[in-house]
């Protein structure tokens, strides 16, 4: 039964005592909103859906950043990355907040004021962080009465995917101004469609060249493969002297820096590393192999990731359809 008696002048209390459920305690600045209150939780109790917001109340966003960043956090690929953009919620105006006191025009307003100055891919990625953690501590934390106020709100509108492909002489552009160790990178790059992290953590023991394979460990995904090898690939790879003392393929620091320099060089304009995997892909499928055959060898999680690759035009597919 809830209880409702003044304290102070200007605020009243509410507490509910229910056999199977913890105390129930909160203070309200009208008795209106008491009796509201003790109503709803009542009612609650009665149909058997009540959850405490006990914890939710009393734990701010900053403490659950904390705890996110010491259990969650070192699990994941990008933990890194993932430190920083905590770093920067834990100094909004919203860490002091308590979780059920955060509601989706409150992270709307965080979304619109980093926008003024911040890219929509890293506003977006803050949200993704923002949302998991409001995930987890409903299912893991025991706070399971807590929304997700991210999921209430438009996500930033994100810009499309890069389509960069080399042009017309600018592969051999770029492998007569790169060093002999930097050329074989660019090389193993656009055979093999690799991530720029995916070649320089391969080592030699998982390089097979006589199965034209590289078993690859160490996936953005989490998730191991094996990659297929071109002829070009396994004779660029056989020309590659190794270090006894590094098991590393490519120990080679730098890599974004030094390709870009290169670039300069060539007088090669809006070419990123990670546009060679764009164009190994797009060769891929140019070489008549299916989607899931190309996915097997990107590690391309669905169709649609690999849908922006294909490049089809109507009149090809005219002519296969007879």
Not at 282 to 289: A, D
Request: aromatic share 6%; net charge positive.
């Amino acid at each position: 039964m809830a209880s409702i008696g003044k304290r102070g002048p200007y605020q009243w209390q509410v507490k509910i005592r229910r056999k199977g459920y913890p105390l129930q305690s909160k203070t309200f600045e009208t008795e209106v909103e008491a009796k509201k209150w003790a109503r709803l939780i009542e009612s609650e109790m009665d149909r058997g859906v009540f959850h405490s917001q006990v914890e939710a109340e009393n734990t701010t966003l900053d403490e659950a950043l904390e705890r996110y960043l010491q259990e969650i956090t070192p699990s994941k690929k990008g933990a890194k990355q993932e430190r920083s953009r905590i770093n920067i919620l834990r100094k909004s105006p919203l860490a002091p907040r308590f979780l059920a006191s955060i509601r989706g025009t409150d992270i709307a307003k965080y979304r619109d004021e980093r926008l003024q100055d911040r890219s929509p891919i890293t506003v977006n990625n803050e949200l993704i962080v923002l949302s998991h953690l409001f995930s987890v501590a409903r299912k893991e934390w025991g706070m399971e009465a807590l929304r997700n106020p991210v999921s209430d709100i438009r996500k930033p509108k994100l810009p499309p995917g890069r389509d960069r492909r080399l042009q017309p002489g600018e592969e051999k552009k770029l492998l007569d101004k790169a060093s002999p160790q930097l050329r074989s990178l660019i090389v193993l790059a656009i055979e093999t469609a690799m991530r720029q992290g995916e070649l320089l953590f391969i080592h030699w023991n998982d390089v097979n060249l006589k199965q034209r394979t590289i078993f690859l460990r160490d996936s953005k995904n989490w998730d191991s493969r094996y990659v297929p090898l071109s002829s070009i690939a396994v004779n660029t790879l056989k020309r590659i002297p190794r270090d006894i003392s590094n098991p590393h393929v490519f120990p080679i620091r730098g890599v974004s820096k030094k390709f870009s320099n290169i670039c300069e060089a060539a007088a090669i304009e809006n070419l990123r590393f990670h546009d060679l995997r764009h164009e190994a892909t797009s060769r891929l499928f140019e070489k008549g192999l299916n989607p899931m055959e190309v996915a097997s060898i990107t590690g391309h999680k669905t169709l649609q990731m690999l849908k922006r690759y294909t490049h089809l035009k109507a009149e090809d597919l005219a002519r296969k359809l007879g």
